[in-house]
């Protein structure tokens, strides 16, 4: 998809393309070793229609390139290659199985005088290897969470099973990656926590007791409110990464629906004649329904250790979710989720309202919200918590940030400098005209602000971070 936006300039029209995907393919160097046998390499390849020859071409310069630069550096092999055009992202996610991912420069098309073919100027700077280079990774990380590794499938049945899994899978994938909306976030790839009291937390832990208690089945369980996380008894990055399917896919599929008024009406429940709001997102839509299938989409955890199979059923009442993992050896009956409906669905209509209530509560008291002069991104690398008040939604298809890209740009690359050092650093640019951007990285934490003060100085930047930091993120930083 093209994204186009129309500038005026000097009285003609200049057209601004964003970044777009140019080819995506997975491919194997030990598979077609010989002459002649380089197409068995390739496992995955988009777009389909792409030459036999030009794909293989392709592939082969890859190829090269990784060989050519593990000859400098043998343990860290190529991650990107820039050309004028496109750059090109590598990523060996497991042995010998390399994902490329080819995206095309955002460029701006000048039109001519006198009937003149248009000049194109590609932005190379544009695209930050950080940013794409994680997306690349989220491809495979998605990928893993509902097929497995490429290894397991391989020994499951082979090159044969591997490439129909990945057709099935990137096939659709793909054309829910948007490149134009990617940014510092996907870098961090972290989970928004909501803000509890403790009483609230824990009748939200007595809740996943109880339920873990009577449902002997269930393996884990994960609890969200408004599309942000409570409690979750995952491994971490099993929970990050199930955590982006849920926000950016499944919810916002569900959430149109709920929107046109068209949500589940308040229903007897027969056992406890409790009324409430519960169904599931995953599953039967229906239980009333005697054609209702009982197929629950299965995912993949633990994949580097123990690797486990799961059933996922995603349950839900007014605005909170519950995630339930079960056993994929155990098969789900009709029965079990008529159990799980009537146990469930009553605790968490109460428990949704609680927390809603209890919320607002504590906005009452925390006082009006007014329009702060600065936006932020805070993330935490040890337990993943991510905030932004510059994002105001952020799903697999848009991104709406309330700043103008090339202060995001700016993000991104601070956000790159300090990848390059352990120690705690502090960085602050002055922008495009009233704009002041700060960085500050202290004990595996980071902070973006963006400052809007036209004439400010650098050391009332500096004070005003510091109140921002002693208000909002107390006993956090400790950077003078």
């Not at 939200?204 to 408004?226: C, D, G, M």
């Not at 400010?456 to 909002?472: D, G």
Request: net charge negative; glycine share 4%.
């Amino acid at each position: 998809m093209l994204m186009i936006s129309p500038r005026m300039a000097a009285g003609m029209q200049e057209k601004q393309y964003t970044p777009s995907l140019l080819n995506f393919f997975i491919y194997n160097p030990k598979f077609g070793p010989r002459e002649g046998e380089e197409e068995k390499k390739i496992l995955f390849y988009h777009p389909s229609e792409v030459e036999k020859n030009e794909k293989i071409r392709n592939v082969g310069l890859c190829e090269a390139i990784v060989q050519f630069t593990r000859t400098f550096c043998p343990s860290k092999p190529a991650k990107s290659l820039h050309t004028q055009k496109n750059r090109q992202f590598f990523f060996e996610p497991e042995d010998n199985f390399w994902i490329v991912m080819v995206v095309r420069n955002p460029m701006v098309e000048k039109p001519n005088k006198e009937g003149k073919p248009p000049t194109i100027e590609y932005q190379e700077e544009e695209i930050l290897d950080t940013v794409y280079g994680a997306v690349l990774q989220q491809c495979y990380s998605m990928y893993k969470l509902f097929n497995g590794t490429f290894g397991r499938a391989m020994e499951a049945g082979g090159v044969e099973l591997l490439t129909q899994k990945l057709e099935k899978f990137f096939y659709r994938y793909l054309q829910t990656l948007h490149l134009h909306s990617c940014d510092l976030l996907d870098v961090f790839a972290g989970i928004s926590f909501f803000p509890l009291d403790k009483m609230t937390y824990l009748k939200i832990q007595s809740f996943v007791n109880r339920v873990e208690e009577s449902l002997r089945l269930i393996k884990y369980t994960a609890f969200l409110y408004n599309d942000q996380l409570i409690w979750s008894g995952l491994e971490q990055e099993d929970m990050r990464i199930l955590y982006k399917y849920l926000t950016t896919s499944l919810f916002p599929r569900h959430s149109e629906p709920e929107l046109a008024g068209r949500d589940s009406p308040l229903r007897p429940e027969v056992a406890g004649n409790l009324l409430h709001y519960g169904r599931f997102l995953t599953g039967p839509s229906n239980l009333k329904d005697p054609e209702a299938k009982f197929r629950f989409p299965r995912i993949f955890v633990n994949t580097g250790d123990s690797y486990e199979e799961l059933h996922l059923i995603v349950y839900k009442a007014m605005s909170a979710a519950v995630c339930f993992m079960i056993s994929a050896s155990v098969e789900l009956s009709r029965e079990f989720c008529e159990q799980l409906d009537s146990l469930v669905g009553p605790q968490l209509t109460l428990l949704a309202s609680d927390i809603c209530e209890q919320y607002n509560i504590n906005r009452r008291i925390s006082g009006p919200e007014k329009e702060p002069q600065f936006k932020f991104i805070y993330f935490n690398h040890m337990n993943l918590a991510e905030k932004s008040t510059i994002h105001m939604r952020k799903t697999a298809s848009v991104s709406l940030t309330s700043v103008h890209p090339d202060l995001m740009k700016i993000l991104g690359d601070i956000n790159c400098d300090f990848a390059r050092v352990d120690e705690d650093e502090e960085i602050i640019v002055k922008a495009m005209t009233d704009y002041w951007v700060v960085g500050k990285k202290s004990d595996q934490r980071e902070l973006y602000v963006i400052l809007n003060q036209k004439n400010a100085n650098l050391i009332e930047v500096n004070e005003e971070v510091k109140r921002l930091c002693a208000t909002q993120f107390n006993n956090i930083f400790f950077l003078d």
